[in-house]
């Protein structure tokens, strides 16, 4: 019943049923209470996003996979720690953390959002070392800016420590299958010297045949169909076996007993079902009895497999699948010796690592998944041939000779499938470094660079939704933000259901003031997924280009309930703010951004920008800088920089500051801008007036460029050319702060400069 209902919640499990398993897996735990089924139960709830509930089933618990899902319950919760005490536990110093590389990651994102960037770092390098494969955790090396070449990290030694994962996972499957073999060799000889002793009336030279003869029907029929029964008794029709029959034409002995015939119909029934394969290898034992010793040695081949698989450490539904797969690969290697299993393992060069990868993230509780692919039917394939050999000791010796023919050829198989192994291991390495290394990049505002490396990438993985997304954000913090909307519009196209960078993408839409595009793209983002951040940012930047600030919040607020640890929505929740003037909840919502991500460079400047307005010049140089540092290709944070040094009566500083930042985007005028103003500050008006009149080739519709200029002209007492400039200002419909500015430059035209000082 046990096995039986444990194979139930693993089944809804794999079908994404999570109310069945959860059902399920309560009668499990109510009739065999035990930690490890309460681990199952506490996976299901987790599966059903109820962290909650396996919160309060695992809390107390002491195993290493409990404690584990326990740490997710807890980080699910935001109660960090509780969940480092768990993966850590106070009195146990020096214990393992459990999981390996997945718990290493837990605890390295745990440290991170503790502020212990240091430890963080530290646990996600060792997830990395231990599983060259977790993306996830060189993901948050490269946001912690603390990466190391991706060529370094997904090189050689990766391949090694993959390759040698997966010596170390076979070598665990055949030693499984070994023991589960023997102590079921020992049941099965066991009953077998029961019913030789209790049927007394057979001759002597017929029982030694009979142990070799019965052991095929004793392995398809009792252990096969209890494994696969669960324990249960149940009848089948009273059909007499083709493999007894043929064993009746072979050895010339009296035909077993009917409920020897029960036994092995239902094990074909169950085992071997309606698979075409295995009743033509059936058929054909029946209709070629001189191919007798090849025949037999299918048998106990056959036999094996399935007998390895009868352990209590297989659940009863894969045992049937096994059965059926190894009866097809069995076929085929009689026939064609180890071709068939070794072509089929080449089919794959994903199958083993994925197994290997799933295998060690989500644990022993979780391991009892399909494993017949790849890797594990040649584990379990050689396994079961050596168990074959080990069962048939007293079987003739040509049946030996012609297993331990095919025995080396399994042994090459494997062989051949290591080499598979390292070859698929090494190419997805390869793309794993052009990947990563322009995720690194990128992340450390290289963009350029990341965007050649970009390019390095096949076709069929550029053109994916999450490489396009990239190279988006990338053409965002470059200020193109044509390009960029192509390049999310090409990400949309390609995977319309994820919202992988769709937050930026509406700030993108936002800058070029689409306000159709952007609100087509928060209805469908809404409609994808309204639980998601990403579908709120947009919709709060479509009210925010609508010039309502408040419903603007709203949303940006929901998406910071929705995901407390987004920090791209708190900083937009701090913009819509200071556009309110509200300066105090603005300070507070980037300080919240910059305690999920310290090297959110926005939120930095936007404290800066804060500063600047109350002029607390200290303060904003302080936060600028602090934005400089993190993103020093970034042309605004420079111009701002430069500004609040210019205010800090250190010109010289933000000259070179404002020159950068020229050089680093041309097309950006507001660093040619402030420049023109501490020209002007300076009264190096010949300079200022050379630096406008090239910056209006580049803003043609800007109104601060000519009112800036008509300044300049008032100063040096030329009127005309200043109401003209005015003039053209006000034009150009500036802002209403503006407009008044440019009336009173105007009306104060012709009052000299002394007099205006003193007004």
Not at 102 to 109: I, K, Q, T
Request: charged content about 20%; aromatic content about 8%; some cysteine.
């Amino acid at each position: 019943m046990e096995a039986t209902l444990t194979d139930c919640v693993h089944h809804s499990l794999r079908h994404l049923m999570y109310r069945n398993a959860i059902f399920m897996c309560e009668r499990l735990c109510a009739e065999f209470p035990s930690e490890t089924n309460m681990q199952l139960l506490a996976g299901c709830f987790l599966h059903n996003n109820q962290a909650y509930a396996a919160y309060r089933i695992l809390k107390g618990t002491q195993m290493a996979q409990s404690r584990y899902l326990f740490a997710i319950s807890c980080f699910q919760m935001d109660l960090l720690h509780e969940a480092e005490a768990a993966l850590c536990p106070p009195n146990e110093p020096g214990a393992e953390i459990p999981n390996g590389a997945s718990g290493h990651y837990l605890l390295g994102l745990i440290y991170r959002y503790t502020d212990r960037r240091r430890s963080a770092i530290q646990h996600f390098q060792q997830a990395l070392s231990l599983d060259p494969l977790m993306w996830c955790a060189y993901e948050e090396l490269c946001v912690l800016g603390a990466a190391e070449d991706a060529s370094s990290v997904f090189g050689e030694a990766a391949v090694l420590c993959i390759q040698k994962q997966y010596l170390n996972h076979r070598s665990e499957n055949l030693q499984t299958s070994n023991d589960d073999m023997n102590s079921a060799s020992s049941r099965n000889s066991n009953s077998d010297d029961v019913r030789t002793r209790q049927s007394k009336h057979t001759q002597s030279n017929n029982l030694r045949d009979i142990p070799t003869n019965y052991h095929g029907a004793v392995n398809l029929g009792g252990a096969g169909s209890q494994t696969v029964n669960g324990g249960s008794n149940i009848s089948f029709y009273n059909t007499p076996s083709p493999v007894a029959a043929q064993n009746l034409q072979l050895s010339a002995i009296a035909p077993p007993p009917l409920c020897r015939n029960t036994q092995q119909n239902g094990s074909s029934l169950n085992s071997l079902g309606s698979d075409s394969c295995s009743r033509s290898t059936i058929n054909s034992i029946i209709q070629a009895p001189r191919r007798k010793f090849v025949d037999e040695g299918k048998l106990r081949k056959i036999s094996g497999r399935l007998f390895s698989d009868s352990g209590p450490r297989r659940s009863s539904r894969l045992a049937g699948e096994a059965g059926g797969n190894t009866n097809v690969s069995a076929a085929g290697a009689a026939n064609n010796g180890a071709t068939n299993s070794t072509k089929y393992l080449g089919s794959s060069k994903m199958n083993s690592i994925t197994f290997r990868s799933v295998a060690v993230r989500k644990g022993q509780s979780f391991a009892n998944e399909n494993v017949d692919e790849g890797i594990q039917n040649e584990a379990y394939d050689d396994s079961r041939s050596n168990a074959s050999l080990s069962i048939s000791s007293s079987s003739p010796s040509s049946d030996n000779r012609t297993l331990e023919q095919g025995a080396p050829k399994s042994v090459g198989g494997s062989l051949t499938s290591d080499a598979k192994i390292i070859n698929g291991a090494s190419e997805i390495l390869c793309l794993l470094r052009i990947l990563g290394e322009g995720y690194r990049l990128s992340c450390l505002f290289r963009c350029q660079d990341a965007l050649d490396v970009y390019l390095k990438l096949p076709y069929k993985h550029y053109n994916t939704g999450w490489v396009l997304s990239q190279v988006g954000k990338v053409y965002f913090e470059l200020v193109d933000y044509l390009e960029a909307d192509r390049a999310f519009s090409l990400a949309r196209h390609a995977s319309p259901h994820s919202l992988e960078g769709m937050d930026v993408y509406s700030t993108v839409l936002y800058h070029l003031k689409e306000d159709m595009k952007l609100s087509y793209l928060a209805q469908e983002l809404i409609s994808t997924d309204r639980l998601a951040p990403q579908s709120w940012c947009a919709m709060g930047n479509c009210y925010s280009l609508q010039k309502d600030h408040e419903t603007a919040l709203k949303n940006f607020q929901r998406a910071v309930q929705l995901n407390p640890r987004f920090a791209y929505a708190h900083t937009l929740c701090g913009h819509e703010y200071v556009a309110l003037e509200d300066f105090e909840n603005g300070i507070k919502s980037y300080q919240s951004a910059l305690r999920v991500d310290s090297r959110h460079y926005n939120s930095w400047y936007g404290l800066g920008m804060i500063y600047l307005k109350q002029e607390k010049l200290e303060f904003s140089e302080h936060h600028f800088r602090m934005a400089f540092q993190i993103n020093p290709r970034s042309s605004v944070v420079m111009s701002y920089l430069g500004t609040s040094l210019h205010a800090l009566q250190r010109s010289e500083d933000a000259m070179m500051m404002m020159e950068k930042a020229i050089l680093a985007d041309k097309k950006n005028p507001l660093p040619m801008y402030q420049k023109a103003n501490i020209l002007v500050s300076l009264e190096r008006f010949d300079e200022a007036l050379q630096v406008l009149e090239e910056l209006k080739e580049y803003a043609p519709r800007e109104s601060s460029v000519y009112a800036l200029m008509g300044n300049i002209y008032k100063r040096r007492y030329m009127h005309d050319k200043a109401m003209l400039h005015f003039g053209i200002a006000l034009d150009l419909k500036p802002s209403a702060a503006d407009v008044a500015t440019i009336k009173a430059a105007i009306e104060k035209l012709l009052v000299p400069d002394e007099i205006e000082d003193n007004l």
